[in-house]
């Protein structure tokens, strides 16, 4: 009930969310698109998964320390990890941007609350560093700006695992999918044969596949982008790669591996071999 609670809330919130999302996609696609592999960076390609939703658990624990050593009196150590959470809380914040570049429609607007609501709470923080960097003799204002900013901070952090748990965004679609021993025979629709070039698209089982042909070699992955489910055979070949039509990540076509980003999880790559009759083709999953 909160869940369905907290998700009309921000919903309700369309209504600036949307054209402000928009606005923050236009100069956030103009400042990321010239540094390609910085974004690449902040999105987290080379560790094989999101950057941002690693680095938020740093300032929260920071702003978790900061309070109880305000509790017990040691106010200069609280000071000193309340400013370790705001450096921390920038930190996310890059991050965050270079994954909001890629957000589309409702997990564009989502995100868009849940950013504004982050950045309330790290002017709260701001506003409690501001005030006891005069070492006033009472500190229950900075203290209660700092738990206001706490409780801001959890709910967007709610928002911010809604757009993950509940919308799905920056999640491996293809977690689900089991590598499988089986050969399946390949579906190839009209076409007589696989022709060379590509992407071709094709069905093996209940999966869409692209192959790509060179002669008697014969590449295959999935069809849906493991980023945001991008639909690969409308995208193009560069450099031994397919790109995805919809955010640029490329995945490797002899074994699927990311070679650019924003994709932060490998493409699930397929053997092709004719099949045993003779007639037609058989795939499997490759082993990783």
């Not at 000071?79 to 997990?107: E, F, H, N, P, Q």
């Amino acid at each position: 009930m909160i869940g369905r609670f907290l998700t009309r809330i921000v919903d309700a919130q369309s209504g600036w969310a949307k054209p402000f999302g928009e606005f923050n996609h236009r100069w956030l696609s103009a400042l990321f698109g010239p540094i390609r592999p910085i974004k690449d960076f902040l999105n987290g390609t080379w560790l094989g998964h999101p950057v941002h939703s690693a680095a938020t658990d740093l300032p929260v624990g920071a702003l978790t320390v900061s309070i109880v050593l305000e509790l017990v009196g040691q106010h200069t150590a609280a000071d000193i990890a309340l400013v370790v959470a705001v450096v921390s809380i920038l930190g996310s914040i890059v991050t965050g941007l270079a994954d909001y570049t890629d957000a589309d429609g409702t997990a564009r607007m989502r995100a868009t609350v849940h950013a504004t609501v982050m950045l309330i709470s790290l002017v709260l923080f701001v506003v409690s560093l501001l005030i006891r960097g005069g070492s006033p003799a009472d500190r229950t204002v900075p203290t209660i700006l700092v738990l206001l900013g706490f409780a801001t901070i959890s709910l967007g952090a709610a928002i911010g695992g809604d757009l993950v748990f509940l919308i799905g965004t920056n999640v491996n679609r293809h977690a689900w999918r089991g590598a499988g021993a089986k050969w399946v025979a390949l579906d190839l629709g009209d076409l007589p044969d696989i022709p060379d070039g590509g992407p071709t698209k094709a069905k093996a089982g209940a999966n869409n596949l692209i192959l790509v042909r060179t002669g008697d070699t014969i590449q295959a992955l999935h069809e849906t982008c493991a980023h945001a489910g991008g639909p690969l055979a409308e995208g193009t070949i560069v450099d031994g790669c397919i790109q995805c039509p919809w955010h640029g990540s490329r995945f490797r076509l002899a074994n699927g591996d990311v070679a650019r980003g924003p994709a932060t999880y490998d493409q699930p790559a397929y053997e092709v071999r004719r099949a045993e009759s003779g007639a037609g083709w058989e795939v499997r999953r490759a082993p990783r």
